[in-house]
C-alpha cells in the first residue's frame, strides 16, 4: 500500500493491500460528498448509501492510507480518559452515552464484518485495565465505580490472565473486539460500492463549501456538487480555521511489533494507567507466530524528535514484561488527536453552513470514534434524532474542562517564538543526506530537505494553517507543526490536515491561511 504519510510501515500496512480507488477525473453530483476513506468517513458513506442516499467519497491517497493504517485496532468500550473524568465533564447521563455508543461500535463493527463477509481477523477479546507498581491503586476501584454506573459489565480480578506478567488486580472490560484495520477498510469499501457509491482516490479536496450550492472542489479542477451534505473526515478538519483546534491537540504516538509463537500470549487488551499509557495485542501472522503489539511513549506533534529512543524503551518495556518476545519486526508511528474534554466532535461544523459536518477528535479510540461518526452522522443527515448528539456537539463548550483548554493553548502560544531562533542549522552543509532542518535566511524561514542523492529541497518553514515554525520528523521524514499538528512531506505537500494546502515556496512566509 503506497501512503506518504510517513516512512514508517505498520504491520497492517505489509499484510494488506487497499481498494484500487481511480482519480476523480470530471465534474460530478451526489446527495452527500465525504471528504476522508479513513475510519470514519467510509464507514459513514457506507452506512449513509445503504440509508439510500448517493454518496461519493474522495481521499487523497489510498483506502485508510492515512491513520487508519497506524491504529493499533483495540476496539474498545474501555475509553482512554477514563469514566471518572467523564462522569466530572459530562455528568452520569452523558458517561452512559459514551460507554453506549462504543458498545454500538464494537457491535457494528461485528455486525458489518459478517453481513459483506469482510476477512478481516474480528475477534471478541477481554480488556484488562491495571495500575503499575507506584501508580494511583485506587484510581482502579473508583473507574470500576464509574464503569458500572456507566453501564458497563465490568469485574475487578486479581491479575490479567498472562503468564510471566503479574499485572496485580486490574479492571476486566469483557467482549472488546480487535481485528485487521486495512483488511476491514478493503472489505468496506467493497461493500459501499457494491451499495451503490463512488469511491475517488488520489483525490485532493481543495475547496470545501458547503449552504444551497455544497460543493467539494478538487486540486484538479474537478468538483463534487453536494445537493443534501458534506462531510469532513480527514482525521483533523481541513475545512475548519480555528473553532475546533482550539479544541484538540495533535500527539505522536509509537508501536513496536515483535514476533512470539502462537499460544505463549493469550489473544486479549492490556491497558496500564501511566501518562502516557501503555497499550497490547495480539494479530495473528502465519501458522507459527502471532505479533505482539505494543503502544505508547507519546508527545505533541512537532515537539520531540527522537523516535529510536521511544522504540528503545518500548521494546525494553515489552521484553521485561512478555519473555515469549522474539524479534522486533515492526516499528510505526501515528497521529491522535486529543479533544479537551475526551470525547470526540462528530456533527455539524461550527461557524459553518448547517449541512457541512466534522468527525475528528480520536482520543486514542479512533476505531470506534469513526464508526460512531457513521452511526451518528448518518442519522443527522437523514434528519433522524440521536441520542448521542449532544455529548459528540462539536460547538459544545464544557467549564470543567477549561483548565486543559487553557494548558495547551498556552503550549501553542509558546510555539510561535520559533520565529525568533536562529534555526537548526546554521548552513546548508550541515544537513545530511536523507536529513531535513529548519533554517533562517534573513527574514525568513526555510525547510529544506537534502535527499538521498544530495538535492536540495527547500520550502517556507511557515505552516499555512495559522503561521507556526514546522519541524522536522527524523523518523518519519516528514515536516510536522508544532502548533495544530498539520504535516508535510519533504517536497512541501499536505499529508495531515487541518492545513488544506502544502508549505509555500522558499522565502514565501506569508503564505495564505486555510479559509
Known amino acids: 500500500m503506497h501512503t506518504d504519510n510517513g516512512q514508517t510501515r505498520s504491520v497492517w500496512m505489509t499484510t494488506a493491500d487497499t481498494a484500487p480507488a481511480p482519480a476523480l477525473t470530471m465534474d460530478t453530483t451526489a446527495d452527500v460528498c465525504v471528504v476522508g476513506a479513513g475510519i470514519a468517513g467510509l464507514t459513514t458513506a457506507y452506512l449513509l448509501a445503504r440509508a439510500g442516499h448517493r454518496v461519493v467519497v474522495l481521499d487523497d491517497g489510498p483506502v485508510a492510507g492515512g491513520e487508519t493504517c ?63 507498581p507506584g501508580e494511583d491503586r485506587d484510581l482502579l476501584a473508583r473507574e470500576l465505580a464509574a464503569g458500572r454506573r456507566a453501564g458497563l459489565d465490568l469485574t475487578m480480578v486479581e491479575r490479567a490472565p498472562v503468564d510471566g506478567f503479574d499485572t496485580g488486580a486490574c479492571i476486566r472490560f469483557p467482549n472488546q473486539g480487535q481485528f485487521h484495520p486495512v483488511r476491514y477498510m478493503r472489505g468496506l469499501a467493497d461493500a459501499f460500492e457494491r ?37 469532513v473526515a480527514t482525521n483533523s478538519p481541513v475545512n475548519d480555521l480555528v473553532a475546533i483546534h482550539t479544541k484538540q ?37 502465519d501458522d507459527s507466530y502471532d505479533v505482539l503489539i505494543v503502544g505508547g511513549e507519546d508527545h505533541k506533534t512537532g515537539q520531540a524528535d527522537d523516535m529510536d529512543a ?95 483548554f487553557a494548558a495547551e493553548n498556552l503550549n501553542v502560544a509558546a510555539q510561535y517564538a520559533d520565529y525568533l531562533t536562529a534555526g537548526d542549522v546554521s548552513s546548508l552543509d550541515r544537513i545530511a543526506p536523507g536529513t531535513g532542518a529548519v533554517l533562517r535566511r534573513g527574514l525568513s524561514k526555510l525547510a529544506v530537505y537534502r535527499d538521498e542523492s544530495g538535492a536540495l529541497h527547500e520550502r517556507s518553514a511557515i505552516c499555512p494553517h495559522l503561521g507556526c515554525v514546522v519541524a522536522w520528523n527524523s523518523g518519519e521524514r516528514t515536516w510536522d507543526c508544532p502548533c495544530h499538528a498539520s504535516r508535510f512531506a519533504t517536497d512541501g505537500h499536505v499529508v495531515n490536515g487541518p492545513a488544506i494546502t502544502g508549505l509555500g515556496a522558499a522565502g514565501d ?5 486555510n479559509g
Open 70 to 132: 497506524r491504529t493499533t485496532a483495540h476496539i474498545s468500550n474501555a475509553l482512554d480518559d477514563r469514566y471518572v473524568e467523564l462522569e466530572k465533564l459530562f455528568g452520569e447521563d452523558g458517561a452512559r452515552l459514551a460507554a453506549a455508543s462504543h458498545t454500538a461500535a464494537i457491535d457494528t463493527i461485528e455486525d458489518i464484518a459478517r453481513a459483506e463477509r469482510i476477512d478481516c481477523d474480528f475477534e471478541r477479546v477481554d480488556g484488562y485495565l491495571y495500575a503499575p
Open 195 to 231: 451499495a451503490g457509491g463512488r469511491l475517488f482516490g488520489h483525490t485532493h479536496a481543495h475547496r470545501i463549501e458547503g449552504g444551497a450550492a455544497a460543493r467539494v472542489e478538487a486540486s484538479s479542477g474537478h468538483a463534487v456538487s453536494a445537493s443534501r451534505a458534506v462531510v
Open 249 to 285: 491537540a495533535g500527539y505522536r504516538t509509537y508501536v513496536i511489533g515483535a514476533r512470539v509463537p502462537q499460544g505463549r500470549i493469550p489473544h486479549v487488551l492490556l491497558w496500564d494507567t501511566l501518562d502516557p499509557y501503555h497499550y497490547v495485542r495480539l494479530q495473528p501472522l
Open 310 to 404: 521511544r522504540y528503545a524503551r518500548l521494546e525494553t518495556w515489552t521484553r521485561e514484561r512478555f519473555p515469549a518476545t522474539e524479534r522486533v519486526e515492526y516499528r510505526w508511528s501515528g497521529q491522535v488527536m486529543e479533544p479537551v474534554d475526551g470525547l470526540a466532535f462528530i456533527g455539524r461544523n461550527p461557524l459553518d453552513a448547517d449541512n457541512v459536518f466534522v468527525a475528528t477528535g480520536d482520543s486514542g479510540n479512533g476505531i470506534t470514534h469513526g464508526t460512531i461518526a457513521g452511526l451518528l452522522l448518518t442519522d443527522l443527515i437523514s434528519g433522524r434524532e440521536n441520542p448521542w448528539a449532544g455529548i459528540y456537539d462539536p460547538s459544545r463548550k464544557s467549564l470543567r474542562s477549561i483548565k486543559r
Open 509 to 513: 512566509d506569508d503564505a495564505d491561511a
